[in-house]
């Protein structure tokens, strides 16, 4: 099973600035990751797959880099609501596992 | 607009049943893979099981395998989850995503989710 461990646990960060979470696989997947961010009582919503290629509506300030085993989503310039849980995610083997979430809260 | 719908959340007692449905509207159902998801109470995301749109693949999760069947009816645009011997462990959220480009690939759309609460 490819473990996915992302940094920080939680990320306190100021609106207007810039954001950057890691996400790191214990085995190589390839550019096969996947970013989620998800707020209270909702469910996940897709923003980033293939590593790189944001998804349908999402914005700009959204972007994300790397392969193999190491991975970046950052946020180029906070908005009041991209405060919120991100996880990532790999879809290159069985099973299809999550990092474990970082929390972006407001500085 | 696609839309997925989960059903059939509660209370169950340990060693007990429950079936959860999804049901699926706005794209064609038949031609996607599907998942279910789960989320304990303040915890992280867990993908519980996949089933393919035609080839008959089916995977689950270490935790689920030989006790959860996951499966699908095209005719009635529904995914399902049956789950037997539940345990404390199994309490969670349980989303139905689809997959978005094949055959275990990103979850493009989300249900919002029901919750199934193992206690005695």
């Known amino acids: 099973e490819k473990v996915m461990t992302q940094s920080p646990a939680t990320l306190s960060v100021s609106p207007g600035e810039r954001a950057t979470l890691s996400c790191r696989a214990s085995?190589?997947?390839?550019?096969?990751l996947a970013w989620y961010q998800q707020k209270p009582g909702q469910a996940p919503r897709l923003l980033i797959y293939g590593a790189s290629t944001r998804a349908t509506g999402i914005p700009a300030r959204f972007s994300g880099s790397g392969s193999g085993t190491e991975f970046t989503l950052t946020i180029s310039s906070l908005q009041s609501e991209d405060f919120a849980v991100y996880y990532c995610?790999?879809?290159?083997?069985?099973?299809?596992?999550f990092g474990q979430g970082t929390r972006l809260e407001i500085k | 607009e696609v839309q997925l719908v989960e059903s059939g959340g509660g209370l169950v007692q340990p060693g007990g049943s429950l079936r959860l449905s999804c049901a699926a509207s706005g794209f064609t159902f038949s031609t996607y893979s599907m998942n279910w998801v789960r989320q304990a109470p303040g915890k992280g995301l867990e993908w519980v099981s996949f089933i393919s749109s035609s080839t008959g693949a089916i995977y689950y999760a270490d935790s689920v395998k030989g006790r959860f069947t996951i499966s699908r009816d095209n005719a009635k645009n529904s995914l399902y989850l049956q789950m037997n011997s539940l345990r404390a462990e199994d309490t969670a959220v349980y989303y139905c995503?689809?997959?978005?480009?094949?055959?275990?690939?990103?979850?493009?759309?989300w249900g919002q989710g029901t919750l199934v609460t193992v206690s005695s």
């Open positions: 085995q190589t997947v390839s550019s096969h």
């Open positions: 995610q790999q879809y290159t083997d069985w099973p299809l596992t």
């Open positions: 995503a689809r997959d978005s480009r094949g055959s275990g690939t990103e979850f493009d759309y």
